[in-house]
């Protein structure tokens, strides 16, 4: 079954402009991790985030994570048209890879 | 960085054929694979978790005789999808987590493989 559960399920922004995704979870965790996926691709990993740890940078990027509200969110600052993608957050509760992805946030930055 | 690779990126089949569909780890070990499959427009659902030298072990609801799932040596497993209908068309997508010393555990996934079935 999915987990996580993402929203918004589509964002529409402008250049510049920062996009802030968000996701809920269920069950315990070892770790939750943001990939991006550009249309008929694979999956490109982003940001991984423990579960001890509360906020992680990389880049434009910026993810949080309350495990007292099982949930996480992604921003992207100062957005570029080359951003627009769908953004998936993925939960590790086992050492072993084994993920369970949100339902995906389809984001658009409009030039 | 680890490089996993798919094959065929796309394929079509008639109904009622058997396709496989290749993943291979191309400069890592990976004991385990996990292979995907995500409709239009949603997320992707875990099918199963490919076991190097065993059972692969299927999720709830997932036919293991209609997806066959092979992981002979270390750097390759296999998805068949055995006498293909059109309810099968999909985006199937493999990953695997390099686990050897000195890794970072970081899971990579294919591109993808894209299955339409007539």
């Known amino acids: 079954s999915q987990q996580g559960e993402e929203d918004p399920q589509a964002l529409s922004i402008q250049e510049g402009e920062n996009a802030t995704m968000n996701c809920s979870y269920k069950t315990s965790i070892n770790n939750l991790q943001w990939y991006r996926q550009n249309s008929g691709r694979g999956l490109v990993h982003l940001i991984l985030i423990r579960s001890n740890e509360r906020e992680k940078h990389s880049g434009r990027l910026r993810v949080t994570l309350d495990t007292s509200k099982k949930s996480s969110s992604l921003l992207i600052t100062a957005s570029r048209a080359a951003d627009t993608a769908s953004y998936f957050c993925a939960t590790d509760g086992t050492s072993y890879g084994k993920l369970t992805f949100g339902q995906g946030t389809i984001l658009t930055v409009h030039p | 960085g680890a490089v996993v690779s798919q094959h065929p990126s796309w394929v079509i089949c008639k109904s009622g054929t058997s396709v496989k569909i290749e993943c291979r780890s191309l400069?890592?070990?990976?004991?385990?694979m996990f292979w995907y499959r995500q409709f239009p427009k949603q997320s992707l659902m875990l099918m199963a978790t490919s076991n190097e030298g065993s059972k692969a072990t299927y999720e709830q609801g997932v036919e293991k005789d209609k997806f066959l799932i092979n992981h002979a040596s270390l750097t390759l497993s296999t998805l068949t999808v055995t006498s293909a209908h059109p309810e099968d068309s999909s985006f199937y997508i493999c990953?695997?987590?390099?686990?050897?010393?000195?890794?970072?555990?970081?899971?990579?996934f294919g591109e993808g493989s894209r299955l339409t079935v007539l």
């Open positions: 990953s695997a987590r390099d686990r050897g010393l000195g890794s970072t555990g970081e899971l990579f």
């Open positions: 400069d890592f070990q990976a004991t385990t």
